[in-house]
């Protein structure tokens, strides 16, 4: 008798409390119009108000935000002391800008500042989305009505597949860089990784199910320079973008990833099973 092949499966979670910093594993997490609980709701920005991520600073590769019970964080970097940042009260915001978005933040005081623009060399504020509901809607030309997002690069979370980084692995081995791979999954910073699927299957998917939550798949994930830096080391190479530019180039950009919308709330946990629906 032929034992029955297992259904694919979550296989894990993963938040970034600050976007661009280095990302915690989760063995479950609740998920929220906008994006997982605790994702991507505080921000670093320069002087002029605009975004800084690991495309302009890798080292945030090696910062680390621990998310504390009352929202708030416990911030970690190489050479720097521990610091613990409250949720900021409420207050005047000010505008940032992510990508083309303008958006309202709150700041979170000058020892964050001071802390992260030690660690970075540069000019910083750390500034928290206040009220997630309201402040962000996603790109129109991917929304349904009402739908928000967090300070994450577009989308609510970002989805990736075990079976596509192996057969990645594979193209990235037979190629002129192969001695760069293989690399790890977080190089692509997703918030849900799903175990057995077939590899790229979640290019044909347009509504799935994990566990006891409904997405909508909104959009391939074109990949940037992030992707080629060792979230270890903070070091660059040339690897996975390389292989994608051969592979995997599309008219939006080098794809690695969906893009998905939550169509509900509720939790997730590692092994939740998937169900394609559409």
Known sequence: MTTPTPPPRLSALHVYPVKSTGGVRLSWATVEPWGLA????????????????????????????????????LLHAPGRDPLTVDVPGPGATAPVTIWRDKVEAVTAGAAAA????AYLGMEVTLVHLDDPARRRPLDPDFARPGE?????????????????LD????????GDHA????????????????????????????????????FRVAKPCGRCVVTTTDQRTAERGKEPLRTLARHRRAPTGLLFGQNVVPLGTGTLRVGDALTIME
């Open 38 to 73: 605790g994702d991507r709701r505080w921000m670093l920005v320069d002087a002029a108000g605009k975004f800084v991520t690991q495309r302009e600073q890798p080292r945030l590769a090696l910062a680390r935000a621990e998310s504390l019970p009352q929202g708030g964080l």
């Open 114 to 117: 001071a802390w992260f623009g």
């Open 148 to 164: 928000m997002v967090s300070f994450a690069d577009g989308f609510p979370l970002l989805l990736t597949t075990e079976a596509s």
């Open 167 to 174: 057969a990645l692995n594979t193209l990235i081995a037979a």
């Open 179 to 214: 001695g760069e791979g293989p690399v790890p999954m977080n190089r692509f910073r997703p918030n849900a990784v799903l175990a057995g699927t077939e590899a790229w299957a979640e290019d044909t998917w347009r509504r799935i199910r994990i566990g006891e939550v409904e």
